[in-house]
């Protein structure tokens, strides 16, 4: 018998913790990923959040290997759409177990390219309009997962929505900087699942081509890169037009991007973080971005040379934590 994975593991640990936690606690939960819902089956307090736009919704394309299984009856489930990877809307086939119904729910996002994002929300019978200055549907996640956190908290839809307006991105996390004169985006990518979803965001809403990946293997990254055969970079193929390497394991990713087809010419790898930046910069076309993906101490080394350039604040003087009680 296979060994429980990881993630199975986590989630019982949570599960548990919910179970057995003190009386009274809420959870808060997404509603469309199936194992986090599962968390909540049978506690006596939850708020679910969860996005209703079935425009949004694509076909199921993940692979057998890693199914999300019913918590009451182990069947996999079936999948009516999902949003991406395995969040979405999906049901047990033998009738136990489905998707709960959100109590704060999306019932439509616009992504405006990489400057903003309009959703539409609705916690019962009331409604409320939210734009933020973040791209990525995954951002909709945070924008109806913080709003349910609020109401578990007893605040009002309208406060929630009217305080998200003024809300700053948090560093590393779609924050914009300028590179030798050019625009750039840092959008951190840390597992498979987000790394797929910010270069979804970057090409299909950023309309990106010129690219800097960073992966190093720090505790922080994960010692162990072997995730990077899990993530599609063959989205790549047809957008990208430069992409500087850089990292720890540049190499590794090297020949990942060799896998997907990526022509050589087009990789360039460059150990040094500012020459990676120079690099990246020289490479990108006039009114163009420079899409940098880093993992998380790739990040931190990254900023740390942007902040010393004075193109960053120190995270810690940034508006984003100012903005924190
Ligand atoms: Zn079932």
Redesign the pocket.
């Known amino acids: 018998m296979a060994s429980p994975r990881p993630l199975e593991t986590t989630a019982a640990h949570i599960r548990r913790a919910l179970v057995k936690g003190p009386e009274g606690v809420t959870a808060v939960l997404n509603a469309d990923d199936p194992m986090v819902a599962a968390l909540g089956d049978g506690l006596p307090r939850v708020v679910y959040a969860g996005l209703d736009d079935p425009t949004l919704l694509q076909p199921e394309l993940s692979h057998g290997a890693d199914a999300k299984f019913?918590?009451?009856?182990?069947?996999p489930f079936v999948f009516d759409g999902v949003y991406f990877g395995h969040v979405g809307h999906y049901h047990?086939?033998?009738?136990?177990?489905a998707r709960p119904s959100p109590d704060v729910r999306a019932t439509s996002v616009a992504i405006e390219g990489m400057e903003r994002m309009r959703l539409r929300i609705s916690e019962g019978a009331q409604e409320a309009d939210v734009v933020i200055p973040l791209s990525g549907l995954y951002n909709a996640y945070n924008v109806v997962l913080a709003i349910a956190a609020a109401r578990a908290l007893g605040v009002p839809l309208a406060r929630s929505a009217a305080a998200l307006r003024d809300f700053t991105p948090a560093f590393g996390r779609m924050e914009r900087t300028m590179i030798d004169g050019r625009p750039a985006v840092l959008l951190l990518a840390k597992n498979p699942t987000g790394f797929n979803e910010v270069l979804r965001t970057a090409i299909q809403f950023g309309k990106g081509s010129s690219f800097l990946i960073a992966l190093n293997d720090r505790i922080a990254d994960g010692r162990d890169v072997s995730w990077i055969w899990d993530v599609n970079f063959e989205q790549l193929k047809d957008a990208a037009l430069h992409i500087v390497v850089s990292g720890d394991r540049a190499l590794d990713l090297r020949v990942r991007l060799k896998y997907a087809e990526i022509p050589a010419d087009r990789i360039e790898v460059v150990s040094d973080w500012r020459s990676a930046l120079e690099r990246a910069s020289a490479s990108t076309a006039d009114g163009q971005t420079i899409f940098i993906l880093p993992t998380y101490t790739a990040m931190l080394e990254l900023r740390a040379v942007l902040t010393r350039d004075g193109a960053l604040q120190p995270y810690w003087q940034g508006r984003a934590v100012d903005a924190k009680p």
């Open positions: 019913c918590p009451r009856c182990g069947s047990c086939p033998r009738g136990d177990f």
